[in-house]
């Protein structure tokens, strides 16, 4: 059984940072990939950014450039998003997520999915 269990979320001011975590544990390909999506309320969930576990290539969607990072460490099968200058609007559950292959951006490509973690910016 594949799990992902993300941590890390919480309250925090508009241009502070957070650090996310999600480990995987189960039976999880080494050459999966791992992406961060979001979802506020009442819309759809987004892409955040993504990491080839084969290689490491990173990937974001252009509102986070430069100020998030997605890194992975192999030994603790963990992936981290590392959010700076975190914006109001950026308010909402962040998903951990795992495909076969590479990362893509859309949410309908990813079979396995971790329970979510709050972020909530305030001004």
């Known amino acids: 059984q594949v799990q992902l269990i993300e941590s890390g979320g919480g309250l925090v001011q508009a241009g502070d940072s957070l650090r996310l975590s999600c480990v995987l544990s189960?039976?999880?390909?080494?050459?999966?990939?791992k992406a961060w999506f979001r979802q506020a309320p009442g819309k759809e969930r987004e892409f955040v950014a993504g990491?080839?576990?084969?290689?490491?290539?990173?990937y974001y969607a252009d509102s986070v450039k430069g100020r998030f990072t997605v890194s992975r460490d192999n030994a603790k099968n963990t992936v981290y998003l590392q959010m700076n200058s975190l914006k109001l609007e950026e308010t909402a559950v962040y998903y951990c997520?795992?495909?076969?292959?590479?990362?893509?951006?859309?949410?309908?490509?990813?079979?396995?999915w971790g329970q979510g973690t709050q972020v909530t910016v305030s001004s």
């Open positions: 189960g039976r999880i390909f080494t050459n999966y990939a």
């Open positions: 997520a795992a495909r076969a292959m590479v990362v893509t951006t859309s949410a309908k490509d990813y079979l396995y």
């Open positions: 990491i080839n576990w084969s290689g490491g290539g990173t």
